[in-house]
């Protein structure tokens, strides 16, 4: 199973992937705490280095590309699940968005199309 059809059957939304894979970060520490993968309208998908548990809830800031601005949003996540990229070192971590400002909702819906 890849990282992309794990727990198809959980979402809701549509979900693009993120080429550039820009880092997440942390919106209080500024640390780095993962990749994004892929997004969708109320959640997200990171590769980690460490495993981030279940109904651990973050404050994070994205940096996106919307046209040719860079953009940061800032959104509450729960993770949901976590697994082991096949034993690489990497964790999959599934995200819902659970607070998000209206203006960020937007520029969200826009990148993945809504």
Not at 89 to 94: A, D, L, M, N, R
Request: charged share 20%; aromatic share 4%.
């Amino acid at each position: 199973m890849t990282a992309n059809t794990m727990h198809d059957d959980q979402r809701h939304s549509r979900r693009v992937s993120i080429p550039e894979q820009p880092k997440i970060y942390d919106a209080h520490s500024g640390e780095v705490i993962g990749e994004l993968v892929n997004l969708s309208s109320d959640g997200l998908m990171a590769a980690n280095s460490e495993c981030i548990c279940s109904g651990s809830i973050c404050q994070v800031r994205i940096p996106l590309i919307k046209g040719k601005r860079l953009v940061d949003i800032h959104v509450g996540v729960e993770s949901l699940w976590c697994e082991d990229a096949n034993n690489s070192g990497t964790y999959w971590t599934g995200f819902q968005i659970i607070d998000i400002s209206p203006e960020d909702q937007l520029i969200l819906d826009a990148i993945v199309g809504i």
